[in-house]
């Protein structure tokens, strides 16, 4: 299915290919550079290219490129999930996903997309079974590999891959047992210029980590399950389970993972925790702009709105910006024309503001576009859906875990039209 | 692997020694750099002499870092071939990237390593056999394609399921390299098929898609057990899987929507009519089209195949999937598949994968367009949700406008157009002219907005954006063409807007429409023209060049008013500056303006510039895109990619569902209960069998990790002690366990599915066969135990197995022959037909007497029949020909010597008499000890009379017994005479020397067995 991978970078460098069927000449990626060419913005170039002989599949992130190479028909979501994994596994075993640790770590990196596939078609992708094959590496690692030389493969075979269970690896032991979870909420909304909410929602996740000993069971009950709407699970939650009982019955894998994403039924009203005044205007005829931007707290159950970052694209007239912040700090980039404004936390008592002109190009006329004005913020100790945990409970071991449960909310993708 | 272990086995000379100590040095400088041709020589030695801690650096660093960069690192071939067989499992992981990397260009090399992967096929542990084959079968090199086969052949039975899920998927990699040996691969692939574990399934279905996707017979037998494990296999299995089965129901099962779009076509009136209900009130909308549905299926009941609804009913829960790639597939699932009422919970699987990365987002909402424009009402509750950020990539606004397009309908045309007006003040440019033509889609599809978006467009001609004003004045002069004498006066403000538009795209688009439609604005045209003559200098070449067109269609129209101007602008024109505006003068001059030389054109004049323009059609780009799977990558690029497999159309009629029925494989159960029960086993069993197979198979249902319901703490068990038992050392067995255990499971499938099934036909014959069977056995008397043979291996037999066994009873249609008793089972998964024998072979002077021809033995029943053999007192094998309808068998029977007589009366005294006359060369004698256990009487009878056909002397003093050969008639005496401690002497007395000396060899076995 998958026939070559090229990793390209920023300033369109291939640097790293693998093969899993017969070599493709990584001049194949040259429809790749000109389709590149002709988007204008990094993103907008097409997921899938056609050449003569070859498809070109790509994904787009941390600003590399991941092109798969496909000679003939497969399920395009097929190829760019399995993309993303890639990119997700590589962010697990090394922090970050750049090109400096993939080119440090290029043994390590081929030994794991040697194991994700296997003639191109994906072999092993659950991160439990491959940290079993292929050890993640550490500098504490490193160093001893370098002084033994002994290597970051793991030595007994992995067993995962035969058991029951191909998420969870075996023989796990911790002194310490414990489970955390997550509770993440994040707003997506578009407001009008007005002020009235064109359209929100809320999107969940709750993202675990979990260190217990053995093959634990466990099972989570929600006090409100109703509230989710829509739901997609970590293939270890026993589905028929929720169907019947709304309860999340699972074995976990060991470690992070995502156990759960949801969709708050859009029937309920989304409270809308931050309002925003905004005057964002451009004179005929004369070569400057008025800009005043307030933001405000409400329907936040008492809880403080923090690290909030505005951020705006001002019309392409704009030459510069004067602006005196009431809090934070703000910044113009004249080229791009972005204007990123970080506030902080929000005092009720003293509402940021940020006020000025915009000085435009002398000549020019009035932009008739106005800017959209994206929020991003964080409430912590709060899902904004309602939605509560009522209990976890443990089976199948002995010893009594520490559990944990945090909730939070944040914008997703928040926008505020003028 | 020990840092400590010992040097590499293949050693270099002396020389490595000293190569060795300043190993680190080039690996740790620049590898990148181009100076390493330089140290390429030194890499060379370095890899073959190190100790295997080292290794790792060089194999890996060097090699792997040249592969990565895409340099040519094949003159270190055969140095890191070498260490192939190398201990640590790191050095040869990597060893394994290089060899699968550039075998093919070494091959005579490559070879060389073949041997340790042949060896790596024998392991006992299944990990290292499966990663052998895995990389033999990377190997592409020809002259291997043998050794893959049989590596595959072998690994596809193994008991591992690892084994065969890599099995599985070095077949598409063996096809690739030869797709010569596609027949055999086919086999492999049919046994792939029917194997029973999860991990198994979703690789071969993979093998099968890539090999043979044309071979949907294949799937008919394991079509319900895929469907029941798919919720167990890893998700990229799954994706496979249900591609594969959407494509297969195309062709077995019916139409479920046949009855609604014959309603659609029937009343394709109506059809705007329901379209405006739609929205208003989806509950009622349903009712109403169950209600017709309803009133259809009286006419022509449609009847959902169990298989049909068994398909939709487990790929359900798998929407919930994490992987958007297995939502999407269940998406054209059940888009391609449910009926109507039931595709509609997709929507909001496919909604929630918007939220996803924006290249998923991409694929989906591609499919969510062409989606919308069949079944609209399904995406409706979620309009919202195509609303577009500012901060989307322009690809994903375009394709969001699109499905906002499609979506829209009478009741929500005013939010969506609301919506429009605040994309239409984007900076993105491109996105703002699609944002036009969307409007000009609502536009055209909706007649109510038809003129408040005019009038929005209009408006947008005064846009100071060039693209923008182009783009409104291209839409709006497609709507006018559509209904041109409505909108005369729309026309007329766009006669007014000549005074303020200034972008000359506009203009000329504007003086277009006027000279189009001139005929509608008589008035107005002539004046409009009047004006641009007097700025004509002025004016963009491509405004001079829609006045000249102008001019020339009035001149045509109206000469009388306009033909001074219509002079006077093309003599402007002649001495323009640029010369496409004095050609297209000197052009429209010729044709328009009677002159004597003028030729036969200008007759036709009006016709070519008056000619009827057909109106532009606006529809969405998606339409017709759903004659492509969704979800493939021919759908995404509305072409055919290499390697589609045509969705199907739905068949007229549907095929024979009983082809997915699979076959009991019950042979010995059946064999025991038969014997035992005789007369009412039919009755019995049916029943009790099929209530506690069901129950077991409740059972197993659960066991399946992902999906059991209950929980309990069986599962937390269950999965413990098989983890726990998997580990590599015992694993062997634990497979085995579970192999046997799930061969178990298919016998009870099977079971159970012919019990559903009622093939009245299929009972008959059975009936038959077991009426047949009854009255052999009620005849035949077995005296003892009866020893049976084998006479056709099921193997061989191809399923067809028989046996053979000798029934001791007097052959009536031939006293001079051996009755031979045959057994046949079929253990195929089809009917054997014409059950006969054919060509006998035979020695001199032997006879046969068939049996009588068996018409059809059902799969997994079996039939006995007898038949009469003379082997003139001889053990020679009689040489038969077994035919079914399709196929011979060679076969042959050979007689133990005991066989070949039966039993005749004797007293005592006739016995000694007799005895006395077979004296000499025809008595053999031997000498024998008797086994403690069996000194007495009793023991003996039975010993010698299962040995031989032969009967007792009754009154003898010593065991005397006494028989007949068949054919011949002569007698046969056998006198155990018994003595103190098991010391015993066997005589046997007989004029057929031959058949003597082998019948005292047989009782002598029989008697110290």
């Given at each position: ?10 300033s369109?460098?291939?640097f ?33 290219i ?12 941390h ?27 590589f ?14 770590n290029?043994v ?18 659950e991160?439990?079974i ?14 001893v ?15 995962g ?7 969870r690896?075996t ?20 407001i ?6 064109i359209?929100?929602?809320i999107q ?9 000993t ?51 039924s ?13 005057n ?24 403080a709105v ?34 990123t ?46 939605l ?15 559990k ?5 909310t944040?914008?997703?993708?928040f926008q505020?039209?003028? | 692997?020990?840092?400590s ?6 050693k ?21 750099s ?5 140290h ?10 190190q ?6 650096h ?11 960069r ?17 201990k ?23 070879l ?12 006992p ?18 002259i ?9 052949k ?10 065969r ?17 596609k027949?055999?691969?086919?086999e492999?692939?049919e ?15 993979m ?6 996707p ?27 899987i ?8 195309r ?9 609604e ?9 109506d059809?705007?009519f ?6 208003e ?12 549905a ?6 022509k009941?449609?009847?959902m ?23 999407m ?8 598949l ?20 924006s ?22 509750p979620?309009?919202k ?9 322009t ?21 969506i157009?609301?919506?429009f ?8 440019k491109?996105?703002?002219?699609a ?19 005019l ?5 947008l ?7 923008v004003v ?39 688009s ?33 405004v001079?060049l ?47 303006v ?8 200008s ?12 109106a ?5 780009p998606f339409k ?5 799977q ?20 739905w ?30 086993w039919?009755?019995v069993?049916e029943?009790?069998?099929c ?8 059972k197993?249902v659960e ?6 319901s209950?929980g309990e703490s069986g ?83 191809e ?7 000798f029934?001791r009873q ?5 006293a001079?022959?051996?009755?031979v008793?045959l ?13 006969h ?99 007495n ?9 299962t ?5 007792r ?11 007949r050969?068949?054919?011949s ?9 018994t ?5 015993a ?9 031959v ?8 009782i ?6």
């Amino acid at each position: 299915m998958i026939h070559s991978l090229f990793l390209i970078n920023a300033s369109g460098d291939i640097f790293l290919e693998k093969h899993w069927k017969s070599v493709v000449s990584r001049s194949v990626c040259d429809y790749f550079f000109e389709a590149q060419e002709r988007a204008t913005e990094p993103e907008n170039v097409p997921p899938v290219i056609p050449t003569p002989h070859h498809y070109l599949i790509s994904v787009l992130r941390h600003r590399i490129y991941f092109v798969a190479v496909i000679q003939s028909e497969v399920p395009p979501l097929f190829v760019i999930e399995f993309l993303h994994r890639v990119v997700d596994t590589f962010q697990d075993y090394f922090g970050v996903c750049t090109e400096a640790a993939i080119k440090d770590n290029v043994v390590v990196v081929y030994e794991l997309l040697e194991e994700m596939l296997d003639n191109g078609f994906p072999l092993a992708t659950e991160s439990n079974i491959l940290k079993e094959l292929i050890k993640p590496p550490t500098i504490l690692r490193t160093m001893v590999n370098t002084i033994t030389g002994s290597t970051n493969v793991g030595e007994q075979l992995p067993t995962g891959q035969l058991s029951v269970v191909p998420w969870r690896r075996t023989g796990v032991k911790y002194t310490n047992n414990e489970a955390y979870f997550d509770v993440v909420e994040e707003i997506d909304a578009i407001i009008d210029k007005s002020g009235s909410t064109i359209t929100a929602e809320i999107q969940g996740v709750i993202d675990a980590c979990v260190k217990l000993t053995g093959m634990p069971d466990l099972t989570l009950s929600f006090m409100n399950p109703r509230l989710l709407d829509d739901v997609s699970f970590h293939p270890c939650v026993r589905f028929k389970r929720w169907e019947a009982e709304r309860i999340l019955s699972f074995i976990p894998p060991d470690g992070n993972f995502r156990l759960l994403s949801y969709h708050v039924s859009s029937q309920n009203l989304v409270a809308i925790p931050v309002y925003v005044k905004h005057n964002i205007t451009f004179r005929e005829g004369s070569s400057q702009g008025r800009f005043d931007l307030t933001l405000g707290p409400k329907q936040t159950m008492g809880k403080a709105v923090e690290s909030v970052l505005v951020s705006s694209q001002l019309p392409r007239g704009v030459l510069n910006a004067n602006l005196n912040p009431s809090q934070g700090a703000y910044t113009f980039d004249p080229v791009t024309k972005l204007l990123t404004w970080d506030v902080g936390k929000i005092n009720p008592q003293k509402l940021p503001n940020l006020k000025g002109t915009m000085n435009l190009q002398a000549g020019a006329s009035k932009p008739d576009e106005n800017p959209t004005i994206n929020i991003q913020f964080k409430i912590q100790q709060m899902a904004i859906s309602g939605l509560k945990v009522n209990r976890l409970d443990m089976y199948g071991e002995k010893y009594k875990p520490f559990k944990g449960i945090k909730y939070m909310t944040k914008a997703g993708k928040f926008q505020v039209r003028t | 692997m020990s840092a400590s272990s010992a040097f590499n086995e293949e050693k270099m000379g002396s020389s490595s020694v000293g190569e060795a100590e300043y190993a680190y040095d080039p690996v740790s400088g620049k590898i990148f750099s181009s100076d390493y041709n330089r140290h390429q020589s030194r890499y060379r030695c370095i890899i073959c002499a190190q100790k295997e801690s080292h290794l790792v650096h060089y194999v890996g660093r060097v090699s792997l870092q040249m592969i990565a960069r895409g340099k040519n690192a094949s003159d270190l071939f055969p140095a890191v071939v070498k260490n192939v067989a190398c201990k640590n499992i790191e050095v040869k992981k990597l060893v394994y990237v290089y060899l699968v990397r550039y075998a093919e260009e070494q091959q005579d090399l490559a070879l060389l390593s073949i041997s340790t992967f042949q060896r790596g096929l024998k392991d006992p542990n299944q990990l290292i056999r499966a990663s052998a084959l895995r990389v033999l079968s990377s190997i592409r090199v020809t002259i291997i394609v043998p050794i893959m086969m049989l590596a595959i052949k072998e690994a596809a039975s193994d008991m591992s399921p690892y084994v065969r899920k890599t099995a599985a998927h070095a077949i598409p990699k063996l096809y690739s390299l030869d797709p010569e040996q596609k027949d055999q691969l086919i086999e492999v692939i049919e046994k792939l098929l029917a194997d029973k574990t999860t991990l198994v399934a979703g690789s071969v279905v993979m093998a099968f898609e890539e090999v043979c996707p044309e071979r949907i017979d294949l799937i008919h037998k394991n079509y319900r057990k895929l469907c029941n494990l798919l919720i167990d296999v890893e998700e990229w299995g799954q994706v496979v899987i249900i591609n594969m089965l959407t494509r297969y129901a195309r062709t077995q099962f019916l139409n479920p929507n046949l009855n609604e779009s014959l309603l659609e076509d029937g009343g394709s009136g109506d059809k705007t009519f329901y379209g405006s209900d739609e929205d208003e009130d989806d509950d009622e909308k349903e009712n109403k089209e169950k209600a017709e549905a309803a009133a259809l299926a009286k006419r022509k009941p449609y009847v959902m195949d169990p298989d049909h609804r068994l398909l939709l009913r487990n790929t359900k829960p798998l929407l919930q999937s994490r992987n958007a790639a297995v939502v999407m597939a269940v998406a054209q699932l059940y888009f391609h598949l449910a009926p109507k009422a039931e595709v509609g919970v997709i929507a909001k699987a496919l909604v929630r994968l918007l939220r996803s990365h924006s290249e998923v987002q991409f694929v989906v909402l591609q499919n969510v367009a062409t989606m919308t424009i069949r079944r609209r009402g399904m995406f409706e509750p979620y309009l919202k949700s195509f609303y577009i950020r500012s901060t989307d990539p322009t690809l994903i606004k375009i394709l969001k406008l699109e499905v906002l397009t499609n979506l829209a309908n009478e009741t929500n045309i005013s939010t969506i157009l609301r919506e429009f007006q605040t994309y239409i003040k984007s900076m993105d440019k491109d996105f703002v002219a699609a944002t036009i033509q969307a409007i000009g889609r609502c536009a055209t599809n909706i007649g109510e907005v038809r003129d408040t978006c005019l009038n929005g467009l209009v408006q947008l001609l005064s846009n100071r954006d060039e693209l923008v004003v182009a783009e409104s004045v291209v839409v709006i002069k497609k709507l006018l063409q559509m209904q041109p004498e409505k909108h005369s006066d729309i026309i007329k403000h766009m006669a007014k807007l000549t005074d303020n538009i200034q972008v000359p795209m506009a203009r000329a688009s504007i003086l277009w429409l006027i000279g189009e439609y001139c005929e509608h604005v008589p008035k107005i045209a002539p004046d409009v023209l009047r004006k641009m003559a007097k700025s004509f200098t002025y004016e963009e070449d491509i405004v001079k060049l829609q006045i000249l067109n102008l001019a020339a269609k009035l001149y045509l129209t109206n000469s009388k008013q306009t033909k001074l101007l219509t002079q006077y602008v093309l003599n402007l024109a002649k001495y323009d500056q640029n010369y496409d505006i004095r050609d297209r003068a000197r052009f429209i001059r010729q044709l328009i303006v009677p002159t004597e030389k003028s030729g036969a054109l200008s007759k036709y004049a009006k016709k070519l510039f008056l000619a009827l323009k057909p109106a532009p059609v606006l529809e969405s780009p998606f339409k017709d895109r759903d004659h492509f799977q969704l979800g493939s990558l021919s759908h995404l690029l509305n072409a055919k990619a290499g390697g589609y497999q045509e969705l199907p159309d739905w068949p007229e009629a549907a095929p024979d569902p009983s082809v997915r029925n699979v076959e009991t494989e019950e042979v010995l159960n059946t064999g025991e209960g038969r014997i035992g029960l005789l007369g009412d086993w039919r009755e019995v069993p049916e029943w009790t069998k099929c209530s506690s197979r069901e129950k077991r198979k409740e059972k197993k249902v659960e066991k399946p990790f992902y999906s059991d319901s209950e929980g309990e703490s069986g599962p937390t068990e269950s999965a413990d002690s098989e983890t726990n038992s998997a580990s590599a050392s015992d694993s062997a067995s634990d497979s085995e366990q579970s192999r046997s255990s799930s061969e178990s499971e298919e016998s009870d499938e099977g079971s159970e599915s012919e019990e559903e099934k009622e093939n009245k036909n299929k009972k008959k014959v059975v009936k038959k066969a077991v009426k047949e069977r009854d009255t052999i056995f009620q005849t035949i008397t077995p005296s003892g135990t009866l020893k049976s043979y084998e006479l056709l291996h099921r193997i061989t037999g191809e399923g067809l197995s028989v046996e053979y066994c000798f029934g001791r009873q007097p052959f009536s249609p031939d006293a001079n022959m051996v009755a031979v008793q045959l057994q046949f089972t079929n253990n195929s998964t089809s009917e054997t037909k014409n059950l006969h024998m054919k060509d006998v072979k035979l020695q001199s002077g032997m006879r046969v007497k068939e049996f009588p021809e068996i018409e059809l033995l059902p799969a997994g029943d079996t039939a006995s029949a007898v038949m009469g053999i003379d082997f003139c007192d001889s053990t020679q094998a009689a040489n038969l020909q077994l035919c079914t309808s399709t196929r011979k068998f060679f076969v042959s029977i050979q007689p133990p010597v005991g066989e070949l007589m039966r039993p005749v009366f004797l007293t005592e005294n006739e016995f000694k008499r007799e005895q006395g006359q077979l004296m000499g060369m025809n008595e053999l004698t031997e000498k024998l000890i008797l086994d403690a256990k069996y000194r007495n009487e009793h023991a003996i009878v039975q010993r010698v009379t299962t040995a031989a056909h032969l009967s007792r002397v009754p009154c003898g003093s010593d065991n005397e017994f006494a028989g007949r050969t068949v054919t011949s008639g002569s007698l046969v005496l056998v006198t155990v005479a018994t003595g103190e401690e098991g010391v015993a002497q066997l005589t046997v007395n007989c004029e057929k020397m031959v058949i003597g000396t082998m019948l005292v060899k047989d009782i002598l076995l029989a008697l110290t067995q």
